[in-house]
């Protein structure tokens, strides 16, 4: 229940005041309660601008995956609540830059709603916009209703490859093209050991008794397949891996990006003893690690546990992958394949 | 309590494997249990050498300072145990291109007896090598006592730029040097608000009660200056800047390199908000920050805390800081002055 903070009422904003100051150059707001934001050379002329937004306390998303070569602004709710269609509004119109903009964020209700609005609002305008809904999430919706399942971890390499398509002046077409192929290639599974303990609430969002697990949780505590008794570091990567590579059904041969994502108060460590038995579960499905990504990209605030993700690759989004990016929160996967060349 | 972990007796080398699984071509392993590494191209003809090296559970320290522009060679200890002379020795060899070699560590009584040790074993073979403690944490000694200081999240800092200053070709007795210019520019404090747990020991290496922090914890959980009611993040941003900022006695004007330091299990947006207060301390002090650093750059496991650097910087100190680097791990600082240009 501690938490380093001042008013709860102020955190949202004083993290964005922080934000700018510790990274001037890097983005500029675009509304008076500075709630949406986007790249500092926005917009970009002739080049698709992508929206993303959310609640806050997933440091570093939403508002990390903003600069070149990632998203070009980014609507700022509070702690776990949609951002409003106005600040959305805003930021769409700070980016378009004559090519249209795509819509690009988890899915969740409050933010489809709100996203939906302001696609409205852009269209009165003149504004084009496209809408891909990250919904990597596998534990939230069984594949027949995959479109259903909520954006969490995986949602990095839509940024990235989406990014790195818009930075290259393709159309809204092909990124919304290519922001929907890298969610249809990615699924993601975690796990959850402790509760977020809203700075409002200063309560946990749930219990979870000592000694157990919460498989499949979401990255709001949203409950997950099933709870059981804490297993160990390979039983987990096993019990992960295991279910999204049956659901992924990626071709032998194939070549994947690896992810394991901290939520929040997972030690690297943990994180690492994860990678490791995931990885020889990708290598036993016949499958190789091209790209290895081990860190927080998408957290719970102090939530302790961890998602696995796997995006199978081809050239395309292997290329994308590759491009540059400016963000201060954005850490670049290691080159598998290459012996870490880059 | 709970940890993602297989067998405690195998954290350490499961880690190791993870790492080298995850991140090929960066390091290679010289000795049979793998706890001494070193850069994948050491040893580097005609170059200084630098190995650190300490107990486990504080990456990215020390492994992930180890890489190109950074240390060459790493030995690595038990969860928060000092690695063997041998192990250090082993390193020594490895990394020993013909221009001596820098032993640059925390300052922590097992790790200054195997390092001096390992020194005079390397001494044996004519292998010349220097010594710097990293002794930044003011909060272990008074000021007429800075060389008994403990090292902790200042430590990237010196080896940065004596990474820097060893990659470009200066001798031993530069990188020497600015090693110890960098410790001695450098302060740090830090806030604990829960403990770690050992994965041996299962249970928390100290208690705090809800609602407390200790100020001035050392990253093993060491006791600080005092203990006392939970604050605020600003207020415990000025107690910790203020502090420091009076010890360091920086004339009025220079730039400073600033870090805020997770210990594990504090989220990101905390971080930010005790940098937002920290900053307006460093420019009410007349101070300017040229470098922002914030996150998890040397932990303790899943302890919830944080810590504050600030490095005195000049000109020697900020081209060193600006040289490139090559580690999985390393997180680059933001241009602050330069309104984030790189």
């Known amino acids: ?65 903003v600069g070149k070569g990632l998203a070009s602004g980014v609507a700022v709710g509070n702690v776990f609540s949609s951002p409003s269609s106005e600040q959305i509004y805003e930021a769409t119109k700070a980016v378009h830059g004559g090519a ?30 496209r809408t891909v ?33 818009a930075e290259r ?65 390979d039983a987990i990567a096993e019990r992960l891996a295991g279910a999204i590579l049956g659901d992924l059904r990626a071709e032998a041969g194939s070549s994947v990006a690896l992810l394991v994502n901290g939520l929040g108060a997972t030690p690297l460590e943990e994180l690492y003893l994860l990678y490791r038995r995931a990885e020889q579960a990708v290598a036993a499905a016949g499958l190789r690690v091209a790209r290895a990504y081990v860190g927080e990209y998408v957290t719970s605030l102090e939530m302790a546990g961890a998602s696995i993700s796997v995006m199978q690759l081809d050239e395309e989004l292997d290329t994308l992958l590759d491009a540059p990016v400016r963000s201060p929160f954005w850490r670049e996967g290691w080159r598998v394949d290459e012996g870490g060349a880059r």
Not at 48 to 62: D, Y
Not at 137 to 161: I, N
Not at 194 to 207: C, D, G, N, V
């Open 100 to 129: 249209g903009v795509l819509y690009l964020y988890g899915n969740y209700g409050g933010d489809v709603f709100n996203f939906d609005l302001a696609a409205d609002l852009a269209d009165a305008d003149g504004i084009e916009t």
């Open 133 to 165: 809904h990250v919904a990597d999430d596998m534990a939230s919706a069984p594949p027949e209703r995959a479109s259903d399942r909520r954006g969490v971890a995986g949602m990095v390499f839509g940024f990235k490859c989406a990014g790195a398509a």
């Open 169 to 233: 002046g393709d159309t809204l077409d092909e990124v919304a093209r290519i922001a929907a192929k890298a969610n249809g290639a990615t699924r993601t599974m975690g796990v959850g050991l402790s509760p977020t303990i809203l700075p409002a609430a200063r309560k946990p969002t749930f219990t979870l008794p000592d000694g157990e697990m919460e498989i499949g949780i979401g990255i709001h505590g949203e409950p997950g397949t099933h709870r059981g008794k804490l297993e160990s570091a």
């Open 1 to 65: 229940m501690k938490k380093i903070i001042n008013h709860p009422d102020h955190f949202v904003d004083e993290m964005i005041d922080a934000l700018l100051l510790a990274h001037p150059g890097w983005l500029k707001p675009v509304t008076a309660d500075r709630r949406a934001l986007v790249r500092a050379d926005a917009p970009n002329a002739g080049k698709v601008g992508i929206v993303t937004g959310g609640g806050s306390g997933h440091l570093p998303a939403f508002l990390g995956y």
